[in-house]
């Protein structure tokens, strides 16, 4: 009797207590014993953290075989992983500084004037800047680089080989030019080339509502205007030289053409800036750019045309300027006034640049007003412009 009473004291006080009774260490449980499950939140977090760790082991191997893993910033955002990367940092560094040392795209190669074979122009041939370094302390293969990143898709499209970069090189002289020439024959002083009839266009008379033409084409030798600056970029200075005497000499825009402020500014404009800077340069990064006897008649031209299409900032219920300015009459009546973000506020890189370099602010302060006015009127709910 003793015996069963102190079984069963000895069950229920461990019943009592929540420990199960005392066991023999190596003695097997009794066949009715039940194992309690594990917490199930645990199990969860184990898991979670089981696919983490799988992922970043994923992520880490495959950037180190392929390059196709996440950027090196989604791995320096988290500091207990940046002493990982020692090696890797160190390589950055010693391609920062690689690139440091490389010379600017302007200064690795330029084309000055030569006559080349068989060609009517001076379109020249490459010549390698003096700073540039010899073959033999560059890297092999690595070509030119534009841009300093790991992965797939910067190995194959940052860089070029030497011989594919002259076959583009030569291929987009021969494009450029094969335009140019055709334009210079057969169809100025016209604002642009016909390609199917072979002859000049200008603004679409007969079809005022033409905007696809009439926006961009003013009578006023648009291609010509439009090239002076790439003759420049390929050093061409003859043919430079050649362009801007004759835009001086035959280019007016006391023109009955209604344009769209937008095209104007962009081509016209910044064309005339952009040839006047690249004159008055004391540096002449691109050969002796300078015509004879130049007296800031690119500029002259530029002011008169900004002129012109000041009236599109005037009278407007928005601030936006209006897209349409007829160069000897002003904003037409029956103008369509619709705009694109662009048109109202990118204006003021070419008027800004006018008013600093003639010293009349007026330019930059209406285009400074268009841009504020846009601004106004963003959307309260996404703060985005509209289209």
Partial sequence: GQGGTGRRRGAGAGAGTGRP????????????????????????????????????????????????????????????????FSVVRQAEAQAHAQAAKQPSWLDQTWVRGQVAEGHPLTIGEPVVCKRRPPPATRPAGTGYNFLDSFGAYSRKYSAFPEPQRRRMKEAALRMFYFGYENYMEHAFPQDELNPIDCRGRGPDRDNPSNININDVLGNYSLTLIDALDTLAVLGNASEFKRAVKLVITTVSF??????????????????????????????????????????????????????????????????????????????????????????????????????????????????????????????????????
């Avoid at 893993?69 to 992983?81: L, N």
């Fill in 21 to 84: 009774p005392p066991r023999r260490v190596g003695s097997s449980p009794p066949s009715d014993a039940v194992v309690s499950p594990a917490d199930p939140i645990m199990q969860w977090r184990s898991i979670v953290l089981g696919l983490l760790l799988l992922r970043l082991g994923l992520h880490l191997t495959l950037w180190l075989l392929f390059g196709f893993g996440p950027s090196m910033g989604f791995y320096r955002s988290f500091v207990p992983f940046r002493l990982g």
């Fill in 254 to 387: 006391n023109k009955d053409s209604t344009v769209q402020v937008f095209e104007a500014t962009i081509r016209i404009l910044g064309s005339l800036l952009s040839a006047h800077m690249i004159i008055m340069d004391p540096a002449q990064p691109f050969g002796n750019m300078a015509p004879e006897g130049y007296d800031d008649e690119l500029l002259h031209l530029a002011r008169d045309l900004a002129v012109r299409l000041l009236p599109a900032f005037e009278n407007t219920k928005t601030g936006i300027p209006h897209p349409r300015v007829n160069l000897k009459k002003g904003v037409p009546s029956t103008c369509i006034n619709e705009t694109c973000t662009a048109g109202a506020g990118s204006l003021l890189v070419e008027f800004g640049i006018l008013s600093r370099l003639i010293g009349d602010s007026t330019f930059e302060w209406v285009a400074r007003q268009a841009v504020r006015a846009l601004w106004k009127l963003r959307s309260d709910e996404t703060g985005l412009l509209g289209m």
